[in-house]
């Protein structure tokens, strides 16, 4: 999603007709344009069918009742609302969900899967876009994208996390670069700043971390 | 003596210090042994699980492996909520079929049988032999602190993985800090998101929910909010001065381990368990401690029973000065005469149909 887009797009998202039957945008009580629901293409219906079985989840399940987008601490930060990306799923729009921030957003605490009364695993569903939106190309929230592969290189590369790396390296490519310095200064006095373990057998992590790169592309 | 495979964690020796020295003080007091899993890695957290799914399963499941072979028949102990779960959510993986733990093996390549179970701070502290030692060996007791226990998400959630007492009101921090003579409040925050690594990658969601928190804690009446997470510890502790400075709110409420709170009931100092290296001031949970055996205070009914008591002595008193004037009105009479008596009496009969 570009930046210019914002404006527009939550447009479509406040006007939309709750029951997601047709897609609209409305200008002053004036309907402009409505999303031709016919032009959806077969490739990405199949792509959302992959998606939802990876997932483990039956779209058709949701009844758009909204008590998983109630209860999400994250909901007024996001772009769509967690019920909002299933309804964009059911009807076929990929593309809108991949580019989505809300997958991005998702602080993963799983309150959505636990309310959900058709017990759908929403949470698990918002993974696997962002694990899909990585996968091809995506990248609607760099900053949490950076954050992941900053992560998973110190992983690989000491076998454990070293805390204090990752967030100074994290500031230096983000840009925030004086993000948490004010807490640095306790952090070093109460001992928290020790340089992180590294581990024994690294090989060890580093081709298991490959053999599961390879295992994911097989299937 | 319970024995568990040990798995720190990497925030076990930085954000988290406080907790592994509470572990490491309260662990021997409880009966219970600890013995690291040699050269055990990163569990992947998040940041594995976001970005692919296979890499998220095998990473744990390597240190389980190595527990398996070097501590068999233990069950791993994971401190951290997040390697809980992350741990929990390979072991539950492996042993859902024979396809899963084969993915898992061609993975990770080495011998492995999904036989060990994973536990958290709550499972650790919650058995019985546990609550016993705790109660046999504690030497000082909390008196009148009022306590917001506060779970977050990995503890509870996913359900089916964390298999709380309850998701939406779990009570095992509540019996623990009951034990210890705390307080504990009813509060609606207890299993909310502390905003998790968000505070790193969008702060201003982060420091709402954080604010959200602690906000809650404070209005039902808390003096203290007591996690087990050290991300969730993080959030609160060390960004209460940002949450003041953001929102102009004026929280200052200490945020503690409960591994702590039992440390120090245990008669831990300070720096044994981890006090001195708060972000907000902590020691001061050190001052408020009694000692065990003395005596309990006031409960609500023995209040009432006191105050019931004291209003029947009361009126009991006054009934027995009554009756000593008119004894004395009597004998006052008596001196005067019979003959005045006899009408002193009829007035007063009056008075008491009047």
Avoid at chain 2, 3 to 9: E, R, V
Avoid at chain 2, 25 to 39: S, W
């Amino acid at each position: 999603m570009r930046d210019g887009d914002v404006a527009p797009r939550m447009r479509i998202r406040s006007s939309r007709d709750l029951t997601g039957s047709v897609e609209k945008i409305v200008e002053k009580g004036v309907i402009v344009q409505a999303d031709d629901l016919s032009k959806i293409k077969d490739s990405d219906r199949e792509a959302i069918a992959e998606l939802a079985q990876r997932a483990g989840v039956n779209l058709k399940d949701c009844y758009q009742c909204g008590k998983c987008s109630a209860g999400c601490p994250m909901g007024e930060f996001m772009d769509l609302l967690p019920r909002q990306v299933i309804r964009d799923l059911q009807l076929g729009f990929l593309e809108d969900v991949l580019n989505a921030k809300t997958p991005w957003i998702c602080a993963g605490c799983n309150v959505c899967s636990c309310r959900c009364p058709q017990e759908i695993d929403v949470a698990t569903l918002m993974q696997e876009v962002r694990r899909t939106s990585k996968a091809t190309g995506h990248q609607p929230y760099p900053e949490a994208d950076k954050f992941d592969d900053i992560f998973i290189g110190n992983v690989r590369k000491f076998g454990t996390s070293h805390e204090v790396g990752l967030a100074m390296k994290f500031n230096m490519s983000s840009g925030h670069l004086f993000q948490d310095v004010g807490n640095s200064t306790k952090m070093l006095k109460h001992g928290m700043l020790k340089k992180g373990r590294n581990i024994e057998h690294i090989d060890e992590v580093q081709k298991l971390m490959d053999r599961a790169l390879k295992e994911s592309e097989e299937k | 003596m319970t024995k568990y495979a040990y798995f720190p964690g990497c925030s076990a020796h930085s954000t988290g210090i406080s907790q592994t020295i509470s572990v490491d003080y309260i662990a021997p007091r409880l009966d219970i042994e600890l013995t690291e899993i040699p050269d055990w890695s990163c569990c992947g957290t998040s940041a594995v699980k976001l970005t692919n799914m296979d890499m998220a399963l095998a990473l744990p499941a390597r240190s389980l492996a190595i527990s398996e072979r070097e501590l068999p028949g233990q069950d791993v102990f994971a401190p951290c909520a997040g390697c809980f779960q992350s741990l929990k959510t390979s072991a539950e993986f492996s042993k859902e079929s024979d396809e899963n733990l084969a993915k898992i093996k061609r993975m990770i390549d080495m011998p492995y049988e999904a036989s060990v179970d994973v536990v958290n701070v709550l499972d650790v502290l919650n058995t019985d032999e546990a609550k016993e030692a705790l109660k046999a060996n504690m030497k000082y007791r909390l008196q009148g602190i009022k306590v917001a226990c506060y779970y977050g998400c990995a503890l509870v959630r996913p359900e089916k993985i964390c298999d709380p007492d309850s998701v939406e009101n779990p009570q095992v921090m509540e019996n623990l800090v009951k034990i210890i003579g705390g307080d504990p409040i009813d509060w609606p925050f207890k299993v909310e998101c502390c905003g998790a690594s968000n505070h790193i990658t969008i702060p201003e969601a982060g420091k709402k929910l954080s604010k959200n928190i602690i906000e809650n804690a404070v209005d039902n009446g808390a003096d203290i909010i007591v996690t087990a997470c050290p991300l969730c510890w993080m959030n609160l502790d060390m960004r209460e001065d940002e949450i003041n400075k953001k929102f102009g709110t004026n929280f200052d409420i200490p945020v503690y381990y409960i591994t702590e709170l039992l440390g120090a009931a245990l008669g831990g100092n300070a720096t044994e368990i981890g006090l001195d290296r708060h972000f907000r001031p902590a020691e001061g949970l050190l001052t408020k401690l009694v000692d065990k055996d003395a005596p309990l205070p006031e409960t609500e009914e023995e209040k009432k029973a006191r105050l019931r008591k004291e209003a029947a002595a009361k009126k009991a008193a006054e009934k027995k000065a009554a009756k000593a004037a008119e004894v004395a009105e009597g004998a006052d009479a008596d001196a005067d005469g019979a003959a005045d008596a006899a009408p002193a009496t009829a007035d007063k009969k009056d008075e008491v149909k009047a």
